[in-house]
């Protein structure tokens, strides 16, 4: 299995809502990443996750929730959201999360385009 | 910290046609170079990438040297075809913490589009 699956695919919520992205891979990577992409931009990094511990927040407000219950699933847990918020959320996962990632590379899910009404 | 310059877009190109996208970069150390594709409607798949001073990643059809003294990564394809019509984001790696940690660093992203 080479792939990292994220589920739904599509999400549209209201900012009362409390809502969760999943992200799941089965490659014995040990290192988790949130991209957040906005129509027409480069992909920006909200959140690393190595051995299960979080070890990046890039300056995410807390309305996102990142979870990594074990080595294969991570989550995120979204609560209050604005229209502003709504994007493509991409899950990556490497190897590890330390130099080189080079040697590791990333491998990308698909994405949950979320749509915040 | 790093950053990548793209060419912006878009570029549109008949089948059978030369690619070039250019790409620099601004980095301390030594970087990693990557590019990335992103076809309409989905996540970001690696095309190739290199990890030091002339290095050539290829993939695909699709070449790029790393050129530390033109600080460049330009993307080529000798004859694109229509299923090669993609986004196409240049990225190298960033260190992010003094424990090691790194992150990739996108460029703007290239929209290619090829016509028959």
């Known amino acids: 299995d080479t792939e990292v699956t994220q589920t739904p695919k599509h999400l549209v919520m209201g900012m009362t809502n409390k809502k969760s992205l999943k992200c799941e891979q089965h490659?014995?990577?040990?290192?988790m990443y949130w991209y957040k992409q906005k129509a027409k931009k480069p992909p920006e990094l909200m959140f690393v996750?190595?051995?299960?511990?979080?070890?990046i927040n890039e300056s995410v407000p807390s309305r996102f929730s990142p979870e990594c219950p074990n080595s294969s699933l991570l989550n995120l847990h979204l609560h209050a959201l604005q229209p502003e918020d709504s994007a493509l959320y991409l899950c990556?996962?490497?190897?590890?999360?330390?130099?080189?990632?080079?040697?590791?590379?990333?491998?990308f899910g698909s994405g949950t385009r979320l749509t915040v009404v | 910290g790093n950053s990548v310059t793209q060419m912006e877009g878009p570029v549109t190109l008949s089948e059978e046609a030369f690619l070039t996208i250019n790409c620099t970069y601004t980095a301390t150390g030594y970087p990693s170079l990557f590019w990335y594709v992103q076809y309409p409607g989905e996540g970001l798949q690696l095309l190739l990438k290199a990890t030091k001073a002339d290095d050539k990643g290829s993939n695909k059809g699709f070449e790029a040297t790393y050129r530390k003294e033109t600080t460049s990564f330009h993307l080529e394809k000798g004859s694109v075809q229509v299923s090669d019509s993609a986004v196409y984001f240049c990225a190298l790696s960033d260190v992010i913490t003094q424990g090691g940690s790194e992150k990739l660093v996108f460029g703007k992203g290239t929209k290619l589009t090829v016509n028959p």
């Open positions: 490659m014995g990577h040990r290192a």
């Open positions: 996750y190595s051995y299960e511990k979080l070890s």
């Open positions: 990556a996962s490497s190897q590890r999360s330390k130099r080189p990632l080079s040697n590791y590379g990333y491998t």
